[in-house]
């Protein structure tokens, strides 16, 4: 069955980076952009872009250009956001989601569980 | 960009009664292909959110049929017929029409 797996939990300071990892499996992975949509603590859905992993393009949600970076490693299945000069406002749960058994109309139907990032000095 | 807006924020809810969700659009979500990509998730504590609905009334495969979608244009409605313990949660209502896609701030269903 389709899976999105993600990395582990991360504790990092105010102006470093993050790097999330994605890795998916059941499915052809270069068959469906992935998303990466965050969450605060408490608070709603934040969408910040896709990657197509069939040709490494990405579309950023304008709040994220030139701090999101997003990757994808086709040999092994995983997609990847780094998110550069954190600030306490970037904390939050990120999570990549796909439509992937609903290709085409335009929703998440598999997501990751989700990883936590907290900004703290 | 589109700012979906939901009603209530919280609403409290009888065990075996219906709720309904509400959710505003600020520009019609008809796409030009004449598909509406509005869609609505559940999200129980803890969890990543579920997709439900999609396209304003397509209910997911295994979703109980007391969930249904409704509507068009700007407005769009959530109705579970029947409130069941399981159902607690933030629903969300999604749109894909306008890029980029965005979330309503969710409405919590509580008993």
């Known amino acids: 069955q389709v899976q999105l797996v993600q990395s582990g939990a991360e504790v990092k300071k105010p102006g470093a980076s993050v790097k999330v990892s994605c890795k998916t499996s059941g499915y052809r992975f270069t068959g469906h952009h992935i998303h990466w949509v965050r969450q605060a603590p408490g608070e709603g859905l934040e969408w910040m872009g896709w990657?197509?992993?069939?040709?490494?393009?990405?579309t950023l949600a304008q709040k994220f250009q030139g701090r999101v970076t997003m990757t994808s490693d086709t040999s092994i299945s995983t997609a990847y956001m780094e998110l550069k000069g954190l600030t306490s406002d970037d904390m939050a749960f990120y999570y990549c989601?796909?439509?992937?058994?609903?290709?085409?109309?335009?929703?998440?139907?598999?997501w990751g569980q989700g990883t936590l990032v907290t900004v703290s000095s | 960009d589109v700012v979906l807006t939901q009603t209530p924020l919280s609403s409290p809810v009888t065990l075996g009664q219906p709720a309904s969700l509400s959710c505003r659009s600020s520009?019609?979500?008809?796409?030009?292909?004449?598909?509406?990509?509005l869609s609505w998730l559940q999200q129980r504590p803890g969890q990543p959110p579920r997709l439900l609905i999609y396209?304003?009334?397509t209910r997911v495969s295994g979703v109980p049929d007391r969930f249904n979608g409704s509507g068009a244009g700007t407005d769009f409605t959530l109705k579970i017929s029947r409130v069941e313990a399981d159902d607690v949660g933030i629903y969300y209502c999604?749109?894909?029409?306008?890029?980029?896609?965005?979330f309503g701030q969710g409405t919590k269903v509580e008993i």
């Open positions: 990657i197509n992993p069939n040709n490494g393009g990405t």
């Open positions: 520009q019609s979500l008809e796409h030009s292909d004449g598909n509406t990509y």
């Open positions: 989601a796909s439509g992937i058994l609903l290709t085409g109309a335009g929703v998440f139907d598999s």
């Open positions: 999604m749109q894909a029409t306008q890029f980029p896609r965005t």
């Open positions: 396209k304003s009334s």
